[in-house]
């Protein structure tokens, strides 16, 4: 992309630019409206699909919009969509005005349904609404589910429905299920992401309470890479504050990506501004490895401003990866043109002709 530090910091002073299913239901066209509220003719799903609503009349939509009356009825009409975009909405909005009785009777009824997609669909929208209410009866129901069938979707998506309502007490009865490791981390991955969507200060303080420093899947790491789709200066803030670790070095990893790609000008505008050290070499390795993915002489030119030897080693390679895959020999030329040191250009050439990976 051509954004080399001699570009991005110029100008006087500096200038940064630096298996369940269910069975078809037959549902009138003229029902259909009475699903969705606030609909005018036509249901939309979040694709932009729009499904014409021909023969419900405006005033059926509008007296159900009012209602908002959850029934039975309604869900296995919703059941019977064929557009699974819309039976999924549908589901939802239709359990949010579900009371706790209610939502248990509808729980019955989905047990009814025959194995099948339906079903299962069916199952994680009503356990999930569940545990919004009552967590830790959601959870143990679940919990017998998977005792029995060895099936973690449901526990899944009644420990995902109690983190909106409370995330700390759905990550510590986690904690006390039998399951195994790569299943229970997994599991916790998923739930602090979700955290992170509705509140990452407090998903941050969570994870950086519950560090893994020897890991790179380190729970600080989920939540750089969610907070930073959203808002990545403050999630590069925050992960380049963290003490070191591997798990530090893969938030700052994850933050400085997704910023590169929404925003590539400004990220390196903030790399070019910051004080020299651990974290800045982080953030310039990554933004090495980016840039280089297109323009592998840019991503050298990032790689030399790299203080730490071990890291630059690190910066360079990942600069022109790429391009050594397609064209080693290409790649080589354009490494004995970036500047670096001879010595640092035999270790790059050996980290990406060696039998590991080049981040290694």
Do not use: C
Not at 196 to 212: L, M, S
Not at 221 to 236: G, H, I, Q, R
Not at 298 to 318: N, R, Y
Request: glycine letters at 10%; a negative charge.
């Amino acid at each position: 992309m051509g954004l080399s530090p001699a570009v991005l910091l110029s100008g006087a002073g500096v200038i940064l630019l630096v298996g369940f299913g269910v069975g078809r239901l037959a549902v009138p066209q003229a029902d259909r409206g009475n699903l969705f509220h606030g609909v005018a003719g036509k249901l939309s799903d979040p694709d932009g699909d729009d499904v014409p609503l021909k023969n419900a009349s405006h005033a059926e939509v509008s007296q159900s919009s009012a209602e908002n009356i959850f029934t039975e009825q309604k869900l296995q009409q919703l059941s019977a969509l064929s557009n699974p975009r819309l039976r999924e909405r549908g589901m939802e909005e239709a359990l949010a005005h579900a009371n706790l009785d209610e939502v248990k009777r509808a729980l019955k009824w989905a047990e009814s349904l025959p194995d099948g997609p339906g079903k299962k669909a069916a199952m994680a929208d009503i356990l999930e609404r569940w545990a919004q209410m009552d967590g830790l009866g959601a959870t143990d129901y679940a919990a017998q589910l998977f005792d029995a069938t060895g099936n973690a979707g449901p526990l899944r998506e009644a420990l995902q429905g109690w983190a909106k309502a409370n995330p700390i007490a759905a990550l510590e009865k986690l904690q006390s299920f039998g399951l195994s490791d790569g299943l229970k981390a997994d599991i916790r991955t998923d739930l602090v992401a979700q955290w992170t969507e509705q509140n990452p200060q407090g998903a941050a303080v969570f994870a950086a309470g519950n560090r893994e420093t020897g890991s790179w899947s380190g729970l600080v790491a989920t939540v750089a890479n969610e907070w930073s789709k959203e808002d990545p200066k403050t999630a590069v803030n925050w992960a380049g504050s963290l003490p070191a670790g591997l798990d530090q070095v893969h938030a700052i990893n994850a933050a400085i990506s997704n910023w590169f790609q929404s925003n590539p000008t400004e990220v390196a505008a903030y790399v070019g501004s910051q004080s020299s050290g651990p974290s800045k070499d982080t953030m310039t390795l990554t933004l090495a490895r980016q840039i280089g993915q297109e323009d592998p002489a840019s991503g050298l030119k990032w790689a030399g401003i790299v203080s730490d030897p071990k890291t630059q080693e690190k910066a360079a390679a990942g600069a022109i990866a790429d391009a050594y895959r397609k064209d080693p020999q290409a790649a080589l030329q354009i490494l004995a043109g970036s500047g670096l040191s001879k010595t640092m250009q035999d270790s790059v050439t050996a980290r990406l002709q060696g039998s590991g990976p080049w981040w290694r």
